[in-house]
């Protein structure tokens, strides 16, 4: 099976159906174990990229979060979100067919504070420079959660 073609079919029914034109299949051992379109415009939940929602079902069915033995198609270069997933499944290779820039005349996304040319450049501000209001409330049992995450854990 054409992996990449399947990718950009999932992707252009979805933009069909009123959806975004983003697309993930998830391949193990030759064979799709896992594939989303992105489903923001139907559910309405900013976090439900193609990406993500396809990590969680193969995630799901293989009972791991380790990701190690797939590779993972996707239309387009990951949004930072979706690239902290790809790390963070840990996925054999990513295979991304277009790119920010080569799509960039035809999709503008509209967030308040998210723009995808500016992203990354925002994103390595100190936090106080941000566009996004950001602030702590420092309280110092915050860490005994992690100390007693630590105790559970220790190997």
Not at 4 to 11: G, N, Y
Not at 45 to 53: K, R, S, V
Not at 86 to 112: G, M, Q
Not at 115 to 128: A, C, G, H, R, V
């Amino acid at each position: 099976m054409d992996f990449v073609k399947r990718t950009i079919e999932l992707a252009l029914k979805n933009v069909e159906e009123g959806g975004r034109p983003f697309a993930t299949v998830i391949v193990r051992n030759g064979e799709i174990i896992a594939e989303s379109p992105n489903l923001v415009v139907q559910t309405h939940d900013p976090t439900a990229h193609a990406e993500i929602l396809a990590i969680r079902e193969a995630s799901k069915k293989l009972q791991t979060e380790h990701l190690t033995d797939c590779e993972i198609y996707i239309l387009a270069s990951p949004c930072p979100m979706c690239l902290g997933s790809l790390y963070y499944c840990s996925p054999k290779k990513v295979i991304y067919i277009t790119t920010r820039e080569d799509y960039a005349p035809y999709y503008k996304d509209n967030r308040k504070y998210f723009e995808l040319n500016t992203f990354y450049d925002e994103y390595s501000k100190p936090i106080e420079e941000r566009r996004l209001p950001m602030v702590q409330i420092k309280n110092e049992d915050s860490i005994k959660v992690y100390q007693r995450w630590s105790e559970l854990n220790e190997t």
